[in-house]
T-cell receptor, first 113, second 113 residues
């Protein structure tokens, strides 16, 4: 199993719907997780970080972490066409720092008007 | 506050040639990262600096890649000689310290032909 795995998609949702992005991880990463958004041809931008089991909400975004199942997810409520991008799940490397990250391949999200 | 600056934005070289990329981090940021992002994949960490010292270069192909941050500010990443598989976007990121969020630059897109 790779350290961080994501379904590459594409995931297509209608405008206003909830988009659910999922990520699994192995024992080879630490317990700090990050979701980045990357528009085509642009650099990754941090959306959410999560370190504890449970949910963390920020505006339309909710990150969920389940350490027992080794599962991280990102929910986007009231999806907008401007949310169309690739979403990267990342885990902090053991002994590393918040920028020393192991990324998944990313899930491409398309929000249809 | 100015973001992470990288140059050039684009570079096309022939295989076996050498190339260098430059990064100027956000002012006051002590930690600097170089990532390689191959098309369709997530970024992969190549090297992490703390001030002018190397913290992690475990994934840097040292037979052809080198990086330096001599004065603890700007950094250069060099590839010599380049291979076709080095075609990627090279992203520089910086953070205030190792425990804070990393911000990415726009990247340098390298094409090796």
């Amino acid at each position: 199993q790779k350290e961080v795995e994501q379904n590459s998609g594409p995931l297509s949702v209608p405008e206003g719907a909830i988009a659910s992005l999922n990520c699994t991880y192995s024992d080879r990463v630490s317990q700090s997780f990050f979701w980045y958004r990357q528009y085509s041809g642009k650099s990754p931008e941090l959306i959410m970080s999560i370190y504890s089991n449970g949910d963390k909400e920020d505006g339309r975004f909710t990150a969920q972490l389940n350490k027992a199942s080794q599962y991280v997810s990102l929910l986007i409520r009231d999806s907008q066409p401007s949310d169309s991008a690739t979403y990267l799940c990342a885990a902090e490397n053991y002994g590393g720092s918040q920028g020393n990250l192991i990324f998944g391949k990313g899930t491409k999200l398309s929000v249809k008007p | 506050e100015a973001g992470v600056a990288q140059s050039p934005r684009y570079k096309i070289i022939e295989k076996r040639q050498s190339v260098a990329f430059w990064c100027n981090p956000i002012s006051g940021h002590a930690t600097l990262y170089w990532y390689q992002q191959i098309l369709g994949q997530g970024p992969k960490l190549l090297i992490q600096f703390q001030n002018n010292g190397v913290v992690d270069d475990s994934q840097l192909p040292k037979d052809r890649f080198s990086a330096e941050r001599l004065k603890g500010v700007d950094s250069t990443l060099k590839i010599q000689p380049a291979k076709l598989e080095d075609s990627a976007v090279y992203l520089c990121a910086s953070s205030r310290n190792s425990n804070t969020e990393a911000f990415f630059g726009q990247g340098t897109r390298l094409t090796v032909v």
